[in-house]
């Protein structure tokens, strides 16, 4: 999981890297542009997310044959989220021109962003039947899919973008399109596995497929809960970007997005041990072995508080040196580095914090109780982060210090309140695959 994680990281981290070669307006598009690409996605892959819940708490009880049924519903998803990107394609350009870009970078931004959404349906795809993997114990498969994606997503951008090979030298445009074909290629190596433990699973003797309404909308009363949480937080971070970081120049822009595109570094290793302990503890809660979970987060928690706290180390000691290498060839660079040197160093600051929620988060998820993180980060992100960076960045003249030291402020009171939610037990009341009788209708 950690190993499937970190390729995205990588992926993020590449394309920053040699777009910074074609300047500040280039490098603020690209990542602007794939965080604003990830924001559409994030509300089905969250959503897609709750497979592995699913599989891994029906893998506990030995049910195998259900667990294979909620892969199919994650494909199910998967391409209503494919026609979902394809209709948003003609609207990116009106809803970015209402933005504070600079004409250039909206320009790139737009080509970037209608790109992306190509391959909106292998995204979710590829969550979804690599969950459901995860939740059966077999996280190879995602790791397999994610190097492969990687590796094909990285050479296409130095084919793409500079023209290698014979091929167009397309800038920004370039890096899209090789993020788009590294991801179908990435989900047709997961679909491909996924056609093969069917088949063998059929040849063993598992029963008939037989796909239920009930199931479906069971996975959506849980799924939808997760993929808003996911879905809203993230677009208050977007709100965040796009007009508190956009207002304050594309200099402290792109500076802004190297910062996050380097603490990617952090946060994806994480998020893969995060879900590697939302399997264990889902496969506990379905073996009934509710008593079990407090010690596998405790677990995970610690072991993503080392990682993320010795990057966050390394934030403090060498954030010019992380940042130089971003640099663009202009007369820009010295800025970039000024800010994202300052940036960087703080973002150390929500480093613990953040392993602490992303931990939480994952677990209770894998208990089934989303709907309540649902409303815990609604009300935190837009009641609490969102007001109060606008009053300390605008009203107060706090800048972007000010900005990154909201992120940290949000991050520890979303840690301090999953914290208390855990806590409560109240996740054990949660009946996630319907053991007791279903209101559902079949």
């Not at 590796?151 to 951008?157: E, G, I, M, P």
């Not at 167009?168 to 370039?174: E, N, Q, R, T």
Request: with cysteine.
């Amino acid at each position: 999981m950690v190993l499937a994680r970190s390729t995205q990281a990588v992926i993020g981290f590449c394309d920053a890297l040699m777009v910074a070669s074609l300047g500040q307006d280039a490098l603020a598009a690209t990542t602007t542009g794939a965080m604003n690409t990830f924001s559409i996605a994030i509300l089905p892959m969250g959503v897609v997310f709750i497979v592995q819940s699913f599989a891994a708490q029906l893998t506990g009880k030995g049910d195998l044959d259900g667990a294979r049924r909620y892969a199919w519903y994650g494909l199910i998803l998967s391409a209503v989220a494919a026609f979902i990107g394809l209709a948003a394609i003609p609207l990116v350009g009106p809803v970015l021109g209402l933005l504070p870009f600079e004409p250039q970078v909206e320009e790139l931004m737009t080509r970037y962003i209608a790109i992306r959404l190509l391959s909106l349906g292998a995204v979710v795809g590829t969550e979804a039947l690599g969950n459901w993997f995860g939740g059966l114990g077999n996280t190879r498969i995602q790791m397999i899919a994610g190097v492969v994606a990687m590796v094909v997503n990285v050479a296409l951008c130095w084919v793409f973008i500079f023209g290698h090979l014979g091929a167009p030298a397309l800038g920004v445009a370039g890096s899209a399109l090789a993020a788009c074909i590294g991801t179908w290629v990435g989900f047709a190596v997961v679909a491909v596995a996924f056609a093969r433990a069917s088949r063998e699973s059929r040849t063993a003797g598992g029963g008939p497929l037989a796909l239920r309404r009930a199931e479906l909308g069971r996975m959506l009363r849980f799924g939808l809960p997760n993929g808003l949480n996911w879905f809203l937080e993230f677009a208050a971070f977007v709100v965040f970007i796009n007009v508190v970081m956009a207002e304050l120049g594309t200099g402290v822009l792109a500076a802004f997005m190297v910062v996050m595109s380097i603490n990617s570094v952090s946060f994806m290793p994480a998020f893969g041990l995060s879900s590697s302990g939302a399997i264990l503890a889902g496969q506990a809660i379905g073996a009934g072995k509710k008593d079990a979970v407090a010690g596998i987060w405790f677990l995970t928690a610690r072991t993503t508080a080392v990682w993320q706290g010795a990057v966050g180390l390394l934030y403090v000691i060498l954030p010019a040196t992380l940042i130089s290498i971003f640099a663009p060839p202009d007369q820009d660079a010295a800025r970039l580095v000024e800010v994202g040197t300052v940036l960087l160093a703080l973002s150390a600051a929500w480093q613990l914090f953040d392993s602490i929620a992303l931990t939480l988060s994952e677990t209770l998820r894998a208990a089934g109780d989303t709907a309540w993180t649902l409303w815990a980060r609604i009300i935190l992100a837009w009641a609490l982060f969102i007001p109060g960076s606008l009053l300390a960045v605008f009203v107060m003249d706090g800048g972007h210090v000010a900005a990154m030291l909201c992120i940290a402020g949000y991050i520890a009171v979303l840690a301090a309140v999953f914290y208390w939610r855990f806590r409560s037990g109240r996740w054990r009341d949660i009946d996630l695959t319907g053991s007791t009788p279903s209101l559902l209708p079949d």
